[in-house]
């Protein structure tokens, strides 16, 4: 297990380092920063200037390596619209986003795990014809609309629960079901094949026939070998949570890193996406490594493969 650790996590290092450089150059590749930044009706000499203030007149490479060894130490610069470094204002909104997104990803687990057990355990029955048509439904409805219906049912309708704002834990109930939502589908499907595919194994009927209880079965023996999948797209969905509710802050008012990343975008603040785009794609490295290293805690096969 610890060969293995080690291997992924090399190999995660080095992912890290495509990625910080993918984020560095995808900023540069879209135009001529110095110039967007002067702005439009800017002269030749005051685009010079700018290019001049903010390294740009350098090779590519050299503006790399400092800001990677900047970033390495925390500084991701300072931000041309908040009198803020990047760094901060990052950290400021990165706790109301992963609070978004660990509830989210908890509530579509509690959601599709169950169900993709119940589909699978009446497969072909009026109950798991049920739990796909719930699935179609979550995909088809955009995320956005679900979110204004519970705004609408349990905010304005019955009054039960906060629809903006971050003061509490009960500000963020709304939100989350939205988010988890549109990732419970794909979750219990992915549950519900790999039940399917485990209760046909013989071990399963092995299982049975020494005459062990249904429950230790089920959650011992199948749920164990069908869930490693679900933790490795798991991890995923928790990634696309962080970088990708925007839309949902948004409509519930948090203030988190995906309507700062919006923000920054519509303001030109290229220090600042730059540390968001740096900040989330190590989000995702670090939950693969974490996922790989689950799976391999799960299924001996995959280490010793």
């Not at 119940?118 to 497969?123: G, T």
């Not at 399917?196 to 023996?221: F, M, N, W």
């Not at 164990?224 to 409509?251: C, D, H, K, W, Y």
Request: aromatic share 10%; no cysteine.
């Amino acid at each position: 297990m610890l060969g293995f650790a080690l291997r992924r996590a090399a190999l995660a290092v080095a992912v890290g380092l495509a990625v910080s450089a993918i984020a560095f150059l995808l900023l540069r590749v879209s135009g001529d920063l110095a110039a967007t930044l002067a702005g439009e009706e800017a002269s030749a000499a005051e685009i010079e200037r700018i290019r001049g203030l903010y390294g740009l007149d350098r090779p590519v490479i050299v503006q790399y390596g400092e800001w990677l060894l900047r970033s390495l130490r925390g500084d991701l610069g300072r931000s041309l619209f908040y009198p803020e470094s990047v760094a901060k204002l990052i950290l400021d909104r990165l706790p109301n986003t992963a609070t978004l997104a660990t509830l989210g990803l908890a509530v579509a687990l509690l959601l599709s795990i169950p169900l993709g057990v119940v589909a699978a355990l009446f497969r072909n029955t009026w109950i798991d014809r049920l739990a796909l048509a719930l699935a179609v439904l979550g995909q088809a409805m955009p995320s956005f609309w679900f979110a204004l219906l519970l705004i609408f049912f349990f905010g304005i309708t019955l009054g039960w629960l906060p629809v903006s704002g971050t003061e509490g834990l009960a500000n963020f109930v709304l939100p989350a079901l939205a988010l988890g939502w549109f990732s419970t589908p794909v979750l219990m499907r992915l549950t519900r094949a790999g039940m399917v595919e485990v209760l046909a194994a013989d071990y399963i009927r092995t299982a049975h026939a020494k005459g062990l209880p249904v429950r230790t079965v089920l959650v011992k023996h199948a749920l164990r070998n069908a869930v490693a999948p679900v933790v490795a797209l798991a991890s995923v969905q928790f990634g696309n949570m962080l970088s990708g509710s925007v839309v949902i802050e948004t409509v519930f008012a948090l203030q988190g890193i995906g309507y700062l990343a919006w923000e920054s975008i519509s303001r030109r603040d290229f220090p600042v996406v730059q540390g968001i785009l740096l900040v989330v794609a190590l989000f995702y490295v670090v939950l693969t490594l974490v996922a790989d290293l689950l799976n391999a805690w799960l299924d001996p096969r995959i280490r010793s493969g």
